[in-house]
């Protein structure tokens, strides 16, 4: 196991000798093998800063299908005071991208929230230097790295700053929706969170949905049901990015193995990952995918049957409407919808979780990484503020991929 103690390692120039004396951790210590840190992972996010993507019961799963599909080479960071207590769990992949190697959150695009796991009184006392001084030590710990990039990080999370966000290079370029569920009562939220003409068209679309036969929002438990769902989410996803005409992201077998195995309970823990669908005369009409973690449901993914004749009344919505109803009574708190610009999520959500992005260079090819990559994410910003813009981009990476299927 590669330890690194932070006596050990060189201060940057641009920290003070004050912040270094008065650090809050005193070692580091890199590991490789995430199942030898189940206990550990999970005694510590019971009162950690964690989002459900950081939650050990997600990232296992993804790092043993996803990840092994990919060959992803990845690096667990523990921060320990000089009690030996854990201050810190970052979960890193290490990406080698056009010359440049860096590290950045697990997840990719699975994951709508990137941070790591904090203890919340250590995260309140770090600042800018001292969250650029121990995010330093662990990249010289984990070695060979050009930079960190964190991207779509939370500015904030439980009311604690994110400490890699104080490094933030700019907003990103989308922000994560949400609303607060009031205790036992999914209709008072509905009522609050949407607008009184929003909550009359819904209440019009369910009226022509009802009109099509009984139905009834399932929860995915057991293998057989597990399968079902997952085998009308990936059928609904397919469909909807090939009239989209772009590549489908769940369309890899690594993802229907993640999934199934994410829903699954192991040893008495309620699984990560939890699947639901709107069943139609025993016919699936959409679906929803959701990762939970303490009190906070995060939508991972929602998909509808394009070829149902009950497409016009929305039945992605309705199905949320009802999992927002379901979960205000199992006492959820926070119901997020992640991030990206769509209607229906700023219909339901009347809150939002504006999001940053953080390069940390390590090396002199790691300033010219985080400048590409700083320029590039705020290209994308501005490309998703802009409706025209917007507009064109996807026109032409339409033509890109056509013409690269023509040359093909």
């Given at each position: 196991?590669?330890?690194?103690?932070?006596s050990?390692?060189?201060?940057?120039?641009a920290?003070?000798?004050?912040?270094?004396?008065?650090?809050p951790?005193?070692?580091?210590?890199?590991?490789?093998?995430?199942k030898g840190?189940?206990?550990?992972?999970?005694?510590?996010?019971?009162?950690?800063?964690?989002?459900?993507y950081?939650?050990?019961?997600?990232?296992?799963?993804?790092v043993?299908?996803?990840?092994?599909?990919h060959?992803?080479?990845?690096?667990?960071?523990?921060?320990?005071?000089?009690d030996?207590?854990?201050?810190?769990?970052?979960?890193?992949?290490?990406?080698r991208r056009?010359?440049?190697?860096?590290?950045?959150?697990?997840?990719g695009?699975?994951?709508?929230?990137?941070?790591?796991?904090?203890?919340?009184?250590?995260?309140a006392q770090?600042?800018?230097?001292?969250?650029?001084q121990?995010?330093?030590?662990?990249g010289?710990?984990?070695?060979?790295?050009?930079?960190?990039?964190?991207?779509?990080?939370?500015?904030?999370?439980?009311?604690?700053?994110?400490?890699?966000?104080?490094?933030?290079?700019?907003?990103?370029?989308?922000?994560?929706?949400?609303?607060?569920?009031?205790?036992?009562?999914?209709?008072?939220?509905?009522?609050r969170?949407?607008?009184?003409?929003?909550?009359?068209?819904?209440?019009?679309?369910?009226?022509?949905?009802?009109?099509?036969g009984?139905?009834?929002?399932?929860?995915a438990?057991?293998?057989s049901?597990i399968?079902?769902?997952?085998d009308?989410f990936?059928?609904?996803?397919?469909e909807?990015?090939?009239?989209m005409?772009?590549?489908d992201?769940?369309?890899?077998?690594?993802?229907r193995?993640?999934?199934?195995?994410?829903a699954m309970?192991?040893?008495?823990?309620?699984p990560?990952i939890e699947?639901?669908?709107?069943?139609?005369?025993?016919?699936?009409v959409?679906?929803y995918?959701?990762?939970?973690?303490?009190?906070?449901?995060?939508?991972?993914?929602?998909?509808?049957?394009?070829?149902?004749?009950?497409?016009?009344?929305?039945?992605?919505?309705?199905?949320?409407?009802?999992?927002?109803?379901?979960k205000?009574g199992e006492?959820?708190t926070?119901?997020d919808?992640?991030?990206?610009?769509?209607?229906?999520?700023?219909?339901?959500?009347?809150?939002h979780?504006d999001?940053?992005?953080?390069?940390l260079p390590?090396?002199?090819?790691?300033?010219?990484?985080a400048r590409?990559?700083?320029t590039?994410?705020?290209?994308?910003?501005?490309?998703?503020?802009?409706?025209?813009?917007?507009?064109?981009?996807?026109?032409?990476?339409?033509?890109?991929?056509?013409?690269?299927?023509?040359?093909?």
């Amino acid at each position: 196991m590669p330890t690194a103690t932070a006596s050990s390692l060189a201060t940057p120039d641009a920290i003070p000798a004050s912040h270094a004396a008065s650090r809050p951790w005193a070692s580091i210590a890199i590991e490789t093998d995430i199942k030898g840190l189940a206990e550990t992972w999970r005694a510590f996010e019971a009162s950690a800063l964690v989002t459900p993507y950081q939650s050990y019961d997600w990232i296992r799963p993804f790092v043993e299908t996803i990840g092994a599909a990919h060959g992803m080479a990845l690096r667990y960071a523990l921060v320990r005071g000089a009690d030996g207590a854990l201050c810190a769990l970052l979960p890193f992949v290490i990406t080698r991208r056009t010359g440049f190697r860096f590290a950045e959150f697990i997840g990719g695009k699975h994951a709508n929230y990137h941070m790591g796991l904090y203890a919340p009184g250590f995260a309140a006392q770090l600042d800018t230097q001292l969250t650029t001084q121990m995010l330093t030590e662990i990249g010289i710990a984990i070695g060979g790295l050009d930079a960190l990039a964190f991207v779509n990080q939370p500015i904030a999370w439980q009311g604690i700053a994110n400490p890699a966000a104080l490094l933030a290079a700019g907003p990103s370029p989308s922000r994560a929706y949400k609303l607060a569920l009031i205790a036992g009562d999914g209709e008072a939220t509905l009522k609050r969170s949407m607008s009184s003409h929003a909550r009359k068209k819904l209440k019009n679309k369910y009226s022509r949905f009802k009109d099509f036969g009984s139905s009834v929002l399932t929860r995915a438990t057991t293998p057989s049901e597990i399968t079902r769902t997952i085998d009308a989410f990936l059928a609904q996803k397919a469909e909807r990015f090939r009239t989209m005409g772009v590549p489908d992201p769940f369309a890899e077998p690594a993802m229907r193995t993640f999934l199934e195995s994410a829903a699954m309970p192991e040893g008495g823990r309620p699984p990560s990952i939890e699947l639901y669908s709107l069943d139609l005369g025993g016919r699936s009409v959409a679906t929803y995918v959701g990762a939970v973690q303490g009190a906070r449901f995060s939508g991972m993914a929602t998909s509808f049957d394009m070829g149902s004749e009950t497409v016009k009344t929305s039945p992605g919505e309705l199905l949320l409407a009802e999992l927002i109803r379901l979960k205000a009574g199992e006492g959820v708190t926070v119901f997020d919808l992640g991030v990206g610009e769509a209607r229906y999520k700023t219909t339901f959500c009347d809150e939002h979780d504006d999001l940053v992005d953080s390069f940390l260079p390590l090396t002199f090819k790691g300033h010219v990484f985080a400048r590409i990559a700083r320029t590039k994410r705020e290209l994308k910003r501005r490309i998703k503020r802009s409706p025209l813009a917007l507009k064109l981009a996807h026109r032409a990476s339409g033509w890109l991929r056509s013409k690269r299927s023509g040359d093909e």
